[in-house]
């Protein structure tokens, strides 16, 4: 459990920062470089989509090598090297666990492969991952602002940078808020940590060693991701649907919650959290995996057949940020995982409802 809960969040702000789901909108490589900002500078009254945007930019135009730890509320405590580079539209990052089972995921744009070296099997997949931030280039049509608030409230040296503390705060209690480092000069994400309701910390992620513009090739990461001998091959295939299409819906849409993608997952995948890397390989015909997002935090439901023999536990669970709720419900079980309030996740529960 450690190990997914390590690979999710990595996955999630490593990769979501470095804009994989927006590979396809290219920056500008003119565009000026941002200089570091005092507080009382016009940089501390950025807006809430002003902050956003220049993280996400900030880490498709860097390469960097770094030391990554995820610590939880709970004690759970993980870490990972990343290696990341980008040329132009093209982003590529190796992340190598440091803790827990030996896992490599390689990611170059949409195409994922994770090597297992105790068990010698390697998972392909395709995968349009939400990231941390997946509406950042829509700015236009973007209801963060509706939902969210930002504010500066200082800065501090981490990982030997100096960067500015950024506080997101939700204006209701279906989501969770954030505070967040970014890099002065940058604008990189060198920490983030996930607050409850309440203000206190779920989760943290955060760089303990990092070089900016480091000489990582991109040539190298493509060999290594290549470099499939000695490996079983397993492809998952997640193939795209629509939840009207699989018959189901929502009674009432869930506040600032807008649906992004539909899948049927694999049989035998079963419901993992949110963005962990699937346990199973096979064919598209088993559950069905509906994302829906803020902009800042996504929401899987998940729709299976009952199946009393693995299906014996309903309710809530938790690890670090992500919530998980199960039930079974007729013929079927649904689970909701996400990085929200339960009361999220029960809202959704409660709206699915089968249409046909």
């Excluded at 000026?32 to 500078?41: D, S």
């Excluded at 607050?195 to 480091?214: I, K, M, P, R, Y």
């Excluded at 193939?239 to 649906?259: H, Y």
Aim: aromatic share 8%; net charge neutral; charged share 20%.
């Amino acid at each position: 459990m450690r190990t997914e809960f390590l690979a999710k969040t990595l996955l999630v702000l490593a990769c979501g920062l470095a804009g994989w789901p927006l590979a396809a909108q290219p920056v500008s490589p003119a565009a000026p470089k941002a200089e570091p900002q005092a507080a009382g500078e016009p940089g501390a009254e950025r807006s809430v989509s002003d902050w956003l945007l220049r993280m996400h930019n900030a880490s498709r135009k860097r390469a960097y090598v770094g030391t990554f730890v995820v610590s939880s509320g709970s004690g759970s405590l993980s870490s990972a090297r990343i290696w990341h580079v980008c040329n132009g539209d093209q982003q590529m990052e190796r992340v190598e666990t440091l803790t827990g089972a030996p896992r490599s995921t390689f990611r170059r744009n949409d195409q994922v492969i994770t090597f297992l070296p105790d068990s010698k099997v390697a998972q392909t997949e395709r995968r349009e991952s939400l990231g941390l931030f997946p509406n950042l280039l829509q700015t236009g049509d973007s209801s963060i602002p509706e939902f969210y608030g930002a504010k500066r409230v200082g800065s501090e040296r981490v990982a030997g940078f100096d960067a500015d503390v950024v506080r997101l705060v939700p204006k209701d209690k279906l989501r969770y808020g954030y505070r967040i480092w970014s890099e002065k000069k940058s604008g990189l994400v060198v920490k983030l940590q996930t607050l409850d309701t309440d203000g206190s910390v779920l989760e943290q992620a955060a760089f303990s060693e990092l070089q900016l513009d480091a000489p990582v090739r991109m040539d190298k990461l493509a060999a290594m991701m290549g470099n499939t001998a000695g490996y079983r091959i397993e492809k998952v295939e997640m193939q795209k649907t629509t939840a009207l299409a699989e018959g189901w819906s929502l009674k009432g849409a869930i506040p600032g919650f807008k649906p992004m993608s539909c899948f049927k997952r694999p049989t035998g995948a079963g419901a993992p959290s949110a963005d962990a890397a699937p346990v199973a390989a096979g064919k598209p015909d088993g559950t069905l995996q509906w994302i829906f997002s803020d902009g800042l935090a996504s929401v899987s439901v998940f729709v299976e057949d009952f199946d009393p023999a693995r299906h014996a536990h309903e309710g809530f669970m938790a690890m670090g940020a992500t919530q998980s709720l199960s039930q079974h419900v007729n013929d079927w079980w649904i689970t909701v995982v996400g990085e929200v309030p339960p009361q999220t996740l029960k809202a959704f529960a409660q709206a699915l409802e089968r249409s046909k």
